[in-house]
């Protein structure tokens, strides 16, 4: 209840016109701020200061006066209106494609972990590379005006389908002018760091990632796959360890995210489901599928949202040639219902298409 209080403003309760009396009983509460005095309830606040409830509902109506004052404050019904908007919990990365933003309402969170699952040769990775050229625009279009750390667990990082992105941009990114493209060194953007164990993945988290966020030289984290050294080095009896280490990793990624106001963005591999595992998929939004995110509800419980990609059997239909059209779907997240948005990836890139 305490770190609410920073969303609800640092104001000194001193400033509010209180009785003397009252004024004390906070004094000897060690209440500091109007946002300590909201975020409890009255009964807490008369636990705490052993004033009257009548005391208290003056005091939090005083408190809620002063702070409706204050211009950075902002309501839920401002919000709900759209007429106000956090500057970090409402901003969205790019994936560089109208449709696609469109479909995930602007792109991906630029704050907490997003996870892409789905089977071998579905797309995952090209939908990674992409963010990580798109975060390099600045935010009039779309990105975060810096670059990216690419952090390969199984595979090399596919260096030539990068420079193919990269000679790409001008076609793909129509919304650009050509001279801000040119005047982008993608490839200078990106940081490749290749982990083959755990220890290694968590030294580069918590010393080398931090030192690239503080300078500004990056805004984006992509770990490709999460799942691959967790499946090599823990077995099925050590499923108390495992998510012991995946706990501690998403605790490790949520302060780089928040901290630095980053997105961080995880590929995952699938697993085939079992039947008994109906109660806990239909929880995790998973239910009649024959696959699921590898990794389990521990780290499940780490992601602010989940998407599953998958092929399909169809070719994508004119003006869209040859490509094999793939399926991306909202399995959960906060701003978003369920839903399933068609795209392909040819040589320009990762391009949405609607099929209707």
Same mark, same amino acid.
């Given at each position: #209840? ?11 309760? *001193? ?29 807490? &606040? ?32 401002? &919000? ?19 449709? &696609?933003?469109? +479909? ?34 600045s935010a009039d279009y779309g990105g975060l005006g810096a670059g990216a750390v690419y952090i390969c667990t199984e595979d090399a990082f596919p260096s030539k389908r990068l420079q193919q992105l990269i000679k790409s941009q001008h076609k793909l990114r129509s919304d650009v002018p050509t001279d801000v493209i040119r005047n982008i060194r993608f490839g200078d953007g990106i940081y490749i760091e290749h982990t083959a164990d755990i220890d290694i993945l968590t030294d580069c988290i918590t010393k080398k990632l931090p030192i690239l966020l503080r300078r500004g ?16 080095? +823990? ?12 706990? @501690? &990793? ?23 489901? =079992? ?7 239909? !929880? ?13 509800? @521990? ?5 602010? #949202?989940?998407? =599953?990609?998958?092929?399909?059997? =169809? ?11 793939? !399926?991306? *779907? ?17 040589? *320009? ?8």
């Amino acid at each position: #209840m305490r770190r609410r209080s920073a969303f609800l403003g640092v104001m000194d309760w *001193e400033h509010l016109d209180l009785d003397p009396q009252v004024a004390a009983a906070l004094h000897q509460a060690n209440l500091k701020s109007v946002g300590d005095i909201l975020t409890y309830s009255v009964v807490d &606040l008369q636990r705490i200061t052993h004033l009257s409830i009548p005391d208290i509902q003056d005091l939090q109506k005083a408190a809620a006066v002063t702070l409706e004052k204050d211009k950075k404050t902002i309501t839920a019904l401002q &919000l709900y209106k759209d007429t106000a908007t956090f500057p970090s919990q409402h901003q969205r990365l790019s994936l560089g494609c109208s449709l &696609l933003n469109r +479909f995930l309402r602007g792109g991906i969170p630029i704050v907490g972990i997003t996870e892409l699952a789905g089977e071998s040769s579905a797309g995952k990775t090209q939908i990674a590379l992409q963010l990580c050229l798109s975060v390099q625009y600045s935010a009039d279009y779309g990105g975060l005006g810096a670059g990216a750390v690419y952090i390969c667990t199984e595979d090399a990082f596919p260096s030539k389908r990068l420079q193919q992105l990269i000679k790409s941009q001008h076609k793909l990114r129509s919304d650009v002018p050509t001279d801000v493209i040119r005047n982008i060194r993608f490839g200078d953007g990106i940081y490749i760091e290749h982990t083959a164990d755990i220890d290694i993945l968590t030294d580069c988290i918590t010393k080398k990632l931090p030192i690239l966020l503080r300078r500004g030289q990056v805004r984006l984290i992509v770990i490709d796959s999460i799942a691959a050294l967790f499946r090599c080095e +823990f077995t099925a009896k050590d499923a108390a360890l495992k998510a012991k280490h995946l706990q @501690s &990793l998403g605790a490790k990624l949520h302060h780089l995210s928040s901290s630095f106001t980053a997105p961080v963005f995880c590929i995952n591999q699938v697993t085939d489901t =079992m039947k008994e595992m109906d109660s806990v998929l239909s !929880n995790l939004g998973l239910q009649d599928k024959k696959v699921q995110p590898a990794l389990g509800i @521990s780290w499940s419980n780490q992601l602010l #949202m989940r998407l =599953m990609v998958s092929r399909t059997q =169809m070719t994508a239909p004119p003006p869209h040639t040859g490509g094999i059209l793939r !399926n991306m *779907e909202v399995v959960f997240a906060p701003h978003i219902p369920p839903s399933t948005c068609y795209y392909t990836v040819d040589l *320009e890139g990762v391009k949405g298409i609607d099929v209707s």
